[in-house]
């Protein structure tokens, strides 16, 4: 084993272009440590629906640059066996460690394979990236980002001509197409011969977030913003400058691009903490809400000030206010979200009289409903300009919340007065996660196993009503790994991250309420119903 596993390093160390991941490997090697290198060639990392996801270092189990160059010569053999034999492949990049060298390095092998290649010109949000393959009629497009994950990490996500991510069979097919790259030394790799794009491309995505504004409206919402060290800064900032809304506020020590994310443990405004310095500067500027994105500012987050203190709204509050403003100003189409989301944008498309669908969660399954008007995932994603950007967009989602918030401003009210009228109105639908992160994989595979083989009858004293394993698929959705169980006045999703070690657990419950006076006691017994399942459901599971 132990002779194996340093010849198979020995193997890689001659193929690896990059003379960091070189040194560390090689002096794994020297030192013949097998602690540091059996995780790295345990396996290979599996292209999936999110792309590329991983820690980066050197061997087949990280991200590093053969790792990408193998990812980017099974993408072009893929695109020219679908008959895209000389197609457009547009790239773009975020601010993370190696980054750039990724998107340097699928240009050249795009171009090396007889497509032409696009590279955005510098850092920009995922968004601009999946507005600009519809924009220029690329049969495909990849953005380098691990989102908002720890500084360690990086991404690889590939997008289709539709400008939507890539769903099966698609990334089966590539992953074969990956597995048979033999050789780096069999993958063309030019010095040149692909176009760095100007700032026209960006220009048209910011001309097209002026159209997701009522022409008109009241723009007076004050904000602060901050980056969270990602490259939504200058973009956002370009854009609500057009739209005529007050400078937002910026949090100073978050506003730059920052691979290594030095204030925040995670950089993910969900995340404990991460928001502490945005609302520092809340308490200091006094705005009407706080938004933040997360690193490739392809999610927006809101939060508001509630009895003297700033709170984070949850992604299905922003989701249900952004749905009321839209039908607000007469929007016609699909209303859709994914299964973990709230019910009532449900209830709201139905009472508009608007088609609503479901789907399975992240964006590539949104993005792809018929006739898509708005899509939402809680996970803090709007699609608000689907035929813009067929993905989340955090950049044209501040704008639509703050939009939303100046409507509200000019008749003295705020966000929490449009929440509070829309749960007398549906029901307060209350949300919340239990969401468990692991070291080690089989503790999620553990309590999923438990799960089916001993399904809870009841939670919170409420019967469910309703077991559903997902992996069967119903009649509207293809399967999945995860489990969906129906209760009275309730509904529980529990399945693995896609892109993280967490077991996710998405409760909801709908409380009835009659009249605005009612709610503080409905809020009071959501809250002890939701405790109460979450406390079940963890004992449930064995976690």
């Known amino acids: ?267 993910n405004p969900e995340e404990p903490g991460a928001m502490d310095l945005a609302f520092a500067k809340a308490r200091e500027t006094d705005p009407d809400l706080v938004i933040a994105n997360d690193p490739d500012a392809d999610r927006c987050a809101v939060a508001v000030k509630e009895d003297a203190e700033w709170r984070m709204l949850r992604g299905d509050e922003v989701g249900s206010l952004l749905a009321a403003h839209l039908v607000g100003r007469g929007a016609r189409g699909t209303f859709a979200e994914s299964i973990v989301s709230s019910s009532l944008l449900g209830r709201i498309a139905e009472k508009a009289g608007l088609p609503y669908e479901e789907t399975l969660t992240g964006f590539k399954w949104i993005a792809r409903v018929d006739g898509l008007r708005y899509g939402y995932e809680e996970a803090l994603g709007y699609c608000v300009d689907p035929e813009g950007v067929r993905d989340k967009d955090g950049i044209t989602a501040a704008l639509l919340i703050t939009e939303l918030a100046s409507a509200l401003k000019e008749e003295g009210r705020t966000l929490l007065d449009l929440l509070d009228d829309l749960a007398v109105e549906h029901g307060l639908h209350a949300t919340d996660q239990l969401s468990v992160r692991v070291e080690d994989l089989s503790v999620i595979a553990d309590a999923m196993r438990r799960l089916r083989e001993q399904p809870p009858t009841e939670l919170a004293g409420l019967a469910i009503t309703r077991a559903e394993d997902l992996t069967r698929g119903t009649e509207t959705l293809p399967p999945t790994d995860g489990l969906r169980y129906t209760l009275e006045g309730a509904r529980v999703i529990v399945r693995p991250s896609g892109t993280e070690p967490k077991l996710k657990c998405y409760l909801e419950v709908v409380v009835p309420v009659a009249k605005h006076a009612d709610l503080p006691a409905a809020r009071a017994e959501a809250a002890a119903l939701l405790a109460t399942i979450k406390r079940d459901l963890s004992t449930a599971a064995g976690i």
């Open 1 to 267: 084993m132990h002779d194996d596993l340093i010849t198979r390093a020995k193997a890689w160390l001659e193929e690896d272009p990059d003379p960091e991941t070189r040194a560390e490997l090689a002096k794994l090697i020297d030192a013949a440590d097998v602690t540091e290198l059996a995780p790295r060639f345990s396996g290979t990392l599996q292209f999936g629906t999110a792309g590329l996801r991983g820690e980066l270092g050197a061997g087949p189990m990280r991200m590093n640059r053969t790792v990408v160059i193998r990812a980017a010569a099974g993408l072009a053999a893929y695109l020219k066996s679908q008959g895209h034999t000389d197609g457009l492949v547009v790239i773009g990049y975020d601010a993370r460690h190696k980054s750039e060298d990724f998107a340097r390095d699928t240009a050249a092998v795009m171009t090396g394979a007889g497509l032409r290649a696009a590279v955005l010109p510098r850092p920009l949000p995922t968004p601009v990236l999946a507005y600009a393959i519809r924009h220029l009629g690329a049969a495909a497009g990849v953005e380098v980002t691990a989102s908002h994950n720890p500084p360690r990490d990086n991404g690889y996500k590939v997008y289709l001509g539709d400008g939507s991510q890539i769903v099966p069979p698609a990334d089966a097919d590539i992953a074969a197409e990956i597995d048979a790259v033999r050789s780096l030394n069999d993958v063309p790799r030019p010095d040149s011969g692909w176009e760095t794009l100007d700032d026209s491309v960006l220009d048209a995505y910011l001309a097209r977030t002026d159209e997701v504004l009522a022409p008109g409206s009241p723009r007076t919402a004050r904000t602060v913003y901050t980056a969270m060290h990602g490259v939504g800064k200058d973009v956002l900032l370009a854009a609500f400058e057009r739209a005529g809304f007050p400078a937002p506020a910026l949090v100073a020590e978050q506003a730059d691009p920052d691979p290594d994310f030095p204030t925040v443990a995670f950089p």
